[in-house]
């Protein structure tokens, strides 16, 4: 009973922190039709950024945490307009390469100025472990936790309430009308890059919190696509709960089975709902009406 | 047949060149292009004056819609540009703004098939609907909920999955929240039943002798569009071929042959539909 709680903690903070990762991928896709597999270096630049303000400059968390998100932004906005506006119009194929070559640039550009070693960064949460229903957890784990699960409500409310969150959604639905109703589906584009750089970053530093800040952060950022499989592209509480069973599935199996197994299962997960539901266990249907 | 009968109806000179004063809208001798190459508007002008309501009808593929879309900005989307001629709204050139601003201004339009926000709830679809409105849009709503109370007994539902008419109410409600000047739609009647239309076209009626709305409105329903309209244009072939107070336009026996199918004389011969399809065309 002790290592299914310490299992289900442990899945729970990795899924969590994947799901805010998928978020970022999601926003993107929704909003511009844009497959971005450049997801997981942001996630790694946000980690490298944060490290760099932090640690190597010595500023106060709340100071690095903000130019963490100012750089955030600024390179999600650049990448939109100096890299993906131009390719408006053309193949889905053709930006898929694009976004990979960003991926390859980024990754690149990481390693060049920090080389591959891992670099530990000094603890943001208290990592004594603590006893949670008889098991034993770290307690950076629930922190990372609670993290997540704060920032992704902030997010879904965004959505839900905020005029600029319904505003992306309407873009997201159709973007004529959104701009006969007087949305610039530009500033739109412009803030779901801006968003899904954020939320990498927020995961990226969770992330490096509980491993090291590594160029590893990447293999985990390809796990945002099983998780945006399971979830459906375009659902956003699909993905929380894709990322969430991913993050499950494999602690379980790490602990229960074969950490060499756990490594793959997300993958297989793939390979089996492509197979059988193609658009997600939380996609959403299309309604259509003449 | 003569050659007068076939030039006669459209032969006026210049119908709606030059926008009187006054007008709220009028474009002046627009011509519209589409990816460099299709020219679908020539040399079209009209005018919208305060407080009317304008019909604009005509066939398919005459240029309508192409029309609308010139005056709120969407045809950049499309590839499409307006490479001559101007715009003006509420005395303002807005031949090149862009089309967020052209709403700010006051310009609304409702597309062709509705297009509410399929995913969107009722209420949500009104709300992007005033977003161009700095500050708090519960006014507006309260106005588009009080004209339209089906849409607030519905507010929770997802709009993908109202019926067809109660769409054509949300996308119209929607452009009402900008709190626009001049309302333009683009055929509300398509795909509606007979009922509905009449529905839908009283309710224009009222929001133009209630809030003094201005409303420009395409159809292909001549019959009803010109029965609350104040005045109607008819285009052909993107140009105004005709125009004049909508009473007039309704009497006109060519109009009435040929967009609201009365008058002539009776049953004809498959041999007058040929003549009849060849009269139609104007030009």
């Known amino acids: 009973m002790s290592t299914f709680i310490t299992l289900v903690i442990f899945g729970l903070s990795e899924g969590a922190i994947l799901a805010l990762a998928a978020l970022g991928f999601v926003l993107i896709y929704k909003a511009t039709g844009v497959i971005n597999f450049a997801q997981g270096e942001f996630l790694l630049m946000g980690a490298y950024t944060f490290y760099t303000a932090w640690v190597i400059f010595q500023l106060p968390l709340i100071v690095a945490l903000i130019i963490g998100i100012v750089i955030a932004v600024i390179v999600g906005g650049v990448v939109e307009r100096f890299i993906l506006r131009p390719m408006v119009g053309q193949s889905h194929i053709s930006i898929i390469m694009v976004t990979i070559g960003l991926a390859g640039l980024l990754s690149a550009l990481v390693q060049m100025f920090y080389g591959t070693q891992p670099r530990a960064m000094p603890a943001l949460f208290p990592t004594n472990s603590v006893s949670v229903l008889g098991g034993a957890v770290p307690a950076n784990r629930l922190w990372v936790l609670l993290i997540a699960a704060i920032v992704l409500t902030l997010l879904t409310l965004f959505f839900q309430k905020s005029k600029h969150g319904i505003a992306m959604r309407a873009v997201a639905d159709d973007q004529q009308a959104a701009m006969t109703v007087g949305i610039s589906v530009r500033r739109v584009f412009a803030m779901s890059w801006g968003l899904a750089a954020i939320s990498a970053l927020i995961a990226g530093i969770l992330l490096a919190d509980v491993t090291a800040v590594e160029m590893n952060i990447v293999s985990f950022g390809l796990l945002v696509f099983p998780v945006v499989i399971l979830g459906g592209l375009d659902s956003v509480p699909g993905t929380i709960v894709g990322g969430l069973t991913i993050g499950l599935l494999t602690a379980f199996v790490s602990g229960y089975l074969d950490p060499g197994l756990a490594e793959v299962i997300p993958y297989i997960v793939l390979v089996l709902i492509l197979l059988v539901r193609p658009y997600g266990v939380f996609g959403e249907k299309r309604i259509e009406r003449v | ?283």
Request: with cysteine; aromatic share 6%.
């Open chain 2, 1 to 283: 047949m003569t050659t007068d009968e076939l030039t006669a109806p459209g032969a006026r000179p210049g119908p709606g060149a030059g926008a009187p004063d006054g007008a709220l809208l009028a474009i002046n001798n627009i011509e519209v292009i589409y990816d460099d190459v299709i020219l679908v508007l020539r040399g079209l002008s009209l005018s919208v004056p305060e407080g009317q309501i304008v019909a604009l009808l005509g066939s398919n593929g005459a240029g309508k819609s192409t029309t609308l879309k010139a005056v709120s900005g969407l045809l950049p989307s499309e590839q499409g540009e307006v490479s001559s001629g101007s715009i003006t709204f509420n005395g303002q050139d807005i031949t090149r703004m862009d089309a967020p601003e052209r709403v700010r201004q006051g310009l609304s339009l409702c597309m062709e098939g509705r297009h509410v926000f399929p995913h969107l709830t009722v209420a949500e679809n009104l709300s992007a609907g005033g977003y161009t409105k700095n500050g708090s849009i519960s006014s507006q709503l309260d106005f588009v909920y009080e004209f339209f109370p089906k849409l607030h007994d519905m507010r929770t539902r997802t709009a993908g999955f109202l019926s067809g008419g109660e769409q054509q109410m949300l996308a119209i409600g929607r452009a009402l929240m900008a709190e626009p000047k001049l309302l333009m739609l683009d055929e509300p009647s398509l795909g509606l039943a007979p009922l509905l239309v009449e529905e839908i076209f009283a309710t224009i009626g009222r929001l133009n002798a209630e809030t003094g709305l201005t409303v420009l409105v395409i159809e292909q329903n001549a019959q009803t569009a010109l029965s609350v309209a104040h005045h109607g244009y008819i285009m052909e072939q993107g140009r105004i071929m005709l125009e004049d107070e909508a009473r007039a336009l309704a009497e006109n026996p060519d109009v009435k042959e040929f967009y609201l199918g009365i008058g002539g004389d009776g049953k004809k011969s498959y041999r007058d539909v040929k003549h009849y399809k060849r009269r139609k065309r104007w030009l």
